[in-house]
């Protein structure tokens, strides 16, 4: 009931994409999603290249349906693209830069590229690019932001500046109703980051996932303060306390923040301990030791609606569950209003 045309193009049963979250969304959350019929995104930030491949191969021998791979272009690797063109990945989900240069090659390895965009002007830049899709994000999103305003609006801004789309919604979006809200503002699709950085399969701390299912939407700000590691790029993190000592200092520049400088933790990433900085760009990814409130815990305004920590292939069969019964109770409603009518003539 809740296919769209996005799934016949892709090969998925339902319209819902878990979001690449850089190493919070590996192999096990990416193969969950897909093989529950929605279509897994991995994180493919931070991986070289050879890692990189054998987190394709790990997804691959998981499930043998389609999924994607996610890059932020300002922080692209030599070869991870071409690693994942050679090795056949369904979908590339890019962002955070002009995904054109990619696009021809992409499709001559019959790879699908989408790319995720915050304005009406990037959706048609990437559109003209020849993207297969673009996902849309409103302010709302957590994580990193392109967005200035909200998907209501949004959505069906670029809906109706590329009608041929297609166009997935993200930022906000946790439940059924959500998803058919986003249907009806002309989405086919749906991606979800903080509701699956709350499933078992994350690879964060469950001090982090408990956090996120403790807060709501009023506890996240949108902000540029943890940019050690990605400068002047907006994204939307819980309050910490990190968050609050720079407040209550002024709100200082960069270089002038407290503590600013000091190693707060230490977190593998590719299989390397790395030294986490205050104000990092990084998250409590599994592993992680050191002080939580000192680094960026990115999470959407879609907290609010977020209230357990659950398997990924549950939260897809919720979430259509949820949706498909909205949809039905909205035909229902209007079944009986016609029939009001009919005997009110
Ligand atoms: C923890 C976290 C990490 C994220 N990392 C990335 C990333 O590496 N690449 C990316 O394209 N988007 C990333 N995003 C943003 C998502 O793509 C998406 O826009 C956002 O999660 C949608 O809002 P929601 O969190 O309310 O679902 C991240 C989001 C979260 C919550």
């Known amino acids: 009931m809740l296919k769209t045309p996005l799934c016949h193009q892709i090969g998925i049963d339902y319209p819902i994409f878990s979001a690449g979250m850089g190493p ?56 991870q693209i071409e690693v994942c063109l050679e090795e056949q990945v369904p979908l590339l989900v890019l962002f955070w830069g002009d995904p ?13 590229v989408f790319s995720q965009v915050g304005s009406v002007a990037e959706a048609i830049a990437a559109h003209n690019a020849g993207v297969d899709a673009v996902i849309v994000q409103g302010i709302e999103a957590g994580g990193h932001v392109k967005s200035r305003i909200s998907l209501s609006t949004i959505v069906p801004a670029v ?12 930022g906000g979006i946790a439940t059924g109703r959500g998803v058919v809200s986003a249907l009806s503002l002309g989405a086919q699709g ?5 509701r699956f950085l709350c499933s078992t399969e994350a690879a964060v701390t469950d ?10 939407a009023e506890d996240t700000v949108y902000t540029t303060l943890f940019d050690v590691g990605w400068a002047d790029a907006p994204h939307r993190v819980l309050r910490n306390t990190a968050f609050a000592e720079w407040e209550r200092a002024g709100r200082p520049a960069h270089g002038q923040r407290p503590g600013e400088g000091t190693i707060v933790g ?20 599994t592993d992680f030791q050191g ?16 209230h357990d920590i ?33 005997t009110a003539n």
């Open 24 to 79: 919070a969304a590996g192999p096990e959350l990416t193969a969950a999603v897909s093989n529950a019929g929605g279509c897994g995104v991995m994180g493919g930030l931070f991986l070289p290249p050879p890692i990189l491949r054998q987190a394709i191969h790990k997804i691959r021998s998981l499930t043998d349906k389609p999924f994607g791979v996610n890059f932020v272009l300002t922080l692209l690797q030599p070869g």
């Open 100 to 112: 054109s240069p990619y696009v021809a090659a992409a499709h001559r390895h019959k790879t699908q």
């Open 159 to 170: 809906v109706e500046a590329v009608p041929t789309g297609p166009v997935i919604a993200a």
């Open 190 to 194: 749906v991606s979800m980051g903080t």
């Open 207 to 216: 001090a982090y996932k408990e956090r996120v299912v403790s807060s709501t």
């Open 266 to 285: 230490t977190v593998p990433i590719a299989g390397t301990m790395m030294e986490v900085p205050k104000y990092a760009a990084i998250i409590p990814l």
């Open 291 to 306: 002080d939580m409130e000192s680094v960026a815990l990115y999470a959407g305004e879609s907290c609010s609606l977020v």
């Open 310 to 342: 659950k398997p990924a292939a549950q939260i897809v069969r919720d979430v259509v569950q949820e949706a498909e019964a909205a949809i039905a109770n909205r035909c229902l409603e209007q079944v009986a209003t016609m029939r009001l009518k009919q």
